[in-house]
């Protein structure tokens, strides 16, 4: 499984900031280091991050077959190029004269000498994630700076923040110091030739490096790396070309690019067993010297996460596409327990995420975990809906990885039924339903007269309808029979989930009855007994209670000299009467 550590996309809008002075005194005797082959031990892609051993040089091109260098990596993913203000009164710096051990320092515009002003920064990261590997695990940062003019023996500062701290009030898009945050100071010393890495520490309490401030502030402790083989840098000896330079694209001289490499993970930079890392890098340059203790020039602000903590992306839709706001997705460290909760987030009517730190974030996320194995749960299905059938489920997350999960919930369906009685036999017994015709809400069905959906004569049976409730109504009666009474216009029936039209039919709440009588026709026919004297004054005449029928059939029947036809007549009572002409 591919590990990646995250790169320049993360949580916060990328900002960009040149800062300077920050004074820092180092009384430790400097060492210098050279590295054999110019690559650390344990790089997964062999990066060149220090001198070449044949050309005794920094530079940006590959010099050994299976290697990286800058030419190479400029279109990875874990590549940062930022560009810097130069030669410019605009080029911002820390505010001059406050001190070093500030949270949160304050910035100024401020031209920077050419030797100390950066053009230009980029950064490289990468994790080794090869099973059983001695380095398996390790965090590498590769740094790259380019400045205005030559410095023959340049120093920088690299500050590594990692965030928890929020941001500073006064200078937005700056993370304020924390402890646990890193300055690693480099001097490229001889030329480029002899490098020098000093790392200090961000504490919250306990004696300060400038003996005098008072925590927080950078620590006492100060770590050397300069000969411990996980960090190495150099210096470009000689001229590049544009094709030799890659970051900028611009010829440049010997001695305006530096270069540098650190195993985070060895060096203790991350701590052992720790995957939290930092979110932001600032670059700072040094006026010329070997020690804390010159002033900080120019600054840029990176941000960027370098980590081994892994996350977890959660997509979620509905079967139908409708809304799962509501959706509560609970995340386990190594089995389902109450003790295991990881964290939790409560999907929204927009597709977010409310975690539980009061953050909204798409898609759906849990970040920072541990390599190891996890289980996630929808412990919340928003209404009528099913869950996934995939969940819980339980997988492992690697080093650097952003697992991406997608969960689909089947909508809740269910039928209702119809049944058509006669009001004969207690009202219980079928009838045919050819042609008749009931509405659900905005919907309607026609009977086919032998049942609907596997349903039986006398029933009509809708499936695939979502959960709740339905208005039903018969619109209009099947032939042969009347409406049904006024109190059965209107029946609320709910539609309960996992019921259909075949075995698993819907159930007395989800049914509406109507009850239709059947309807009759009479005719009375007349006709001269042979006189032909008898139908000149006779008359027919049928009503029914004061309501008079009409003559709706005026014709006679074959062989009757009058006749009176009254079709599709309601149960009731009809007196006709027969005048005979006397």
């Known amino acids: 499984m591919a590990a990646r550590v995250i790169g320049p996309t993360g949580s916060r809008r990328r900002r960009r900031f040149l800062l300077a002075p920050i004074t820092l005194v180092v009384l430790i005797a400097l060492i210098a280091i050279s590295s054999a082959s110019g690559v650390l031990a344990g790089s997964p892609s062999k990066f060149e991050s220090g001198n070449d051993p044949t050309l005794g040089l920094g530079n940006m091109t590959v010099n050994a077959s299976g290697n990286k260098d800058w030419i190479s990596v400029t279109e990875e993913a874990n590549y940062v190029h930022l560009s810097d203000a130069a030669a410019s009164t605009g080029d911002n710096s820390f505010t001059p004269g406050q001190k070093q051990d500030t949270v949160c320092p304050t910035i100024e515009g401020h031209k920077n000498p050419p030797k100390d002003d950066f053009t230009d920064v980029a950064s490289f990261t990468e994790v080794n994630t090869t099973d059983g590997d001695a380095h398996e695990g390790d965090v590498y940062l590769y740094g790259a700076t380019l400045r205005f003019q030559p410095n023959g023996n340049a120093s920088e500062n690299i500050e590594l923040k990692q965030g928890t701290n929020g941001e500073c009030t006064d200078v937005p898009g700056l993370l304020a110091r924390t402890a646990g945050d890193k300055l690693i100071a480099i001097d490229y010393l001889g030329g480029g030739s002899a490098v020098q ?333 042979g006189s032909g004297e008898t139908t000149t004054g006779s008359t027919i005449n049928c009503v029914e209670g004061s309501t008079d029928l009409g003559d709706n059939d005026a014709t006679a029947t074959t062989g009757w000299d009058k006749s009176e036809t009254h079709l599709d007549l309601d149960p009731g009572t009809y007196v006709c009467t027969v005048v005979v002409d006397p």
């Open 197 to 529: 890495f000093h790392v200090l520490t961000w504490v919250g309490s306990g004696a300060c490096f400038v003996a005098n401030d008072p925590a927080p502030c950078w620590g006492a402790t100060v770590l050397d790396l300069t000969a411990s083989g996980f960090a190495e840098g150099g210096v470009n000896g000689s001229n590049l070309t544009v094709a030799q330079n890659p970051i900028s694209n611009a010829a440049i001289k010997a001695g305006q690019f530096a270069e540098f490499g650190i195993n985070l993970s060895d060096s203790g930079i991350i701590p052992a067993g720790d995957c939290a890392g930092f979110s932001q890098t600032i670059w700072e340059s040094r006026s010329s010297g070997s020690s804390f203790v010159s002033s900080t020039k120019d600054i840029t602000i990176e941000d960027k996460d370098i980590s081994l903590c892994g996350s977890v992306e959660v997509t979620k839709v509905g079967s139908d596409g409708g809304s799962q706001e509501g959706a509560v997705f609970t995340l386990y460290e190594g089995s389902v327990d109450p003790a295991n909760v990881v964290g939790s987030c409560t999907v929204n009517g927009d597709g977010d995420c409310a975690n539980d730190d009061g953050t909204t974030i798409y898609p759906p996320s849990f970040a920072d975990l541990q390599p190891g194995t996890y289980v996630i749960d929808e412990t919340t299905v928003p209404a009528n809906y099913g869950k996934d059938a995939d969940l819980p489920e339980t997988f492992t997350v690697a080093i650097g990885e952003t697992k991406q999960l997608s969960y689909t919930d089947p909508r809740l369906q269910g039928a209702l039924r119809i049944l058509k009685n006669s009001t004969k036999g207690a009202g219980t017994s079928r009838v045919a339903n050819d042609g008749a015709v009931f509405s659900y809400d905005d919907s309607s069905v026609t009977d086919n007269g032998a049942g609907d959906e596997d349903s039986d004569v006398g029933e009509v049976c809708v499936s695939g309808l979502d959960l709740g409730d339905y208005t039903v109504n018969e619109t209009s009666a099947p032939d042969g029979y009347g409406d049904a009474p006024a109190s059965e216009a209107d029946q609320v029936v709910t539609v309960a989930d996992g019921t259909d039209c075949g075995t698993n039919q819907p159930a007395a709440a989800a049914t509406a009855t109507f009850h239709n009588p059947p309807l009759a026709d009479i005719q009375v026919n007349f006709r001269d007994g």
